[in-house]
């Protein structure tokens, strides 16, 4: 059984920092691409960043130059490193992974349960 355990997210003034970190656990064959999308109240869910397993990465516009997406493919871990916070940064953050479990041919999506992100003028 595959899992995504995410952790990092809290409250911070607009203008501060944070880091997400999510890490995969389980019966793992191989990874793909990771990433973050997030979902704010009454929208819909939406791709922040993402990183594939040769390490290109791909980030919304909105966030372009104020977030850096990483990965540690010996951890099975992808990190997001959020920067100059802004107030229509707050939403729930969501762990996105392509994996194909063990013993199995075809990789299939897994998503964490979420964290929120919330920041305050």
């Known amino acids: 059984q595959v899992r995504l355990v995410e952790s990092g997210g809290g409250a911070v003034q607009s203008g501060g920092s944070l880091r997400l970190s999510c890490a995969a656990s389980?019966?793992?064959?191989?990874?793909?691409?990771m990433g973050w999308y997030r979902q704010a109240p009454g929208k819909q869910r939406e791709l922040v960043a993402d990183?594939?397993?040769?390490?290109?990465?791909k980030y919304a516009d909105a966030v372009k130059g104020r977030f850096t997406i990483s990965r540690i493919n010996a951890k099975n871990t992808v990190i997001l490193q959020m920067n100059s916070l802004k107030l229509e940064d707050s939403a729930t953050y969501y762990c996105?992974?392509?994996?194909?479990?063990?013993?199995?041919?075809?990789?299939?999506?897994?998503w964490g349960q979420g964290t929120q992100v919330t920041v305050s003028s």
């Open positions: 389980g019966s793992i064959g191989g990874m793909y691409v």
């Open positions: 990183v594939s397993g040769g390490g290109s990465r």
């Open positions: 996105k992974a392509k994996i194909r479990e063990e013993f199995t041919l075809i990789p299939s999506n897994f």
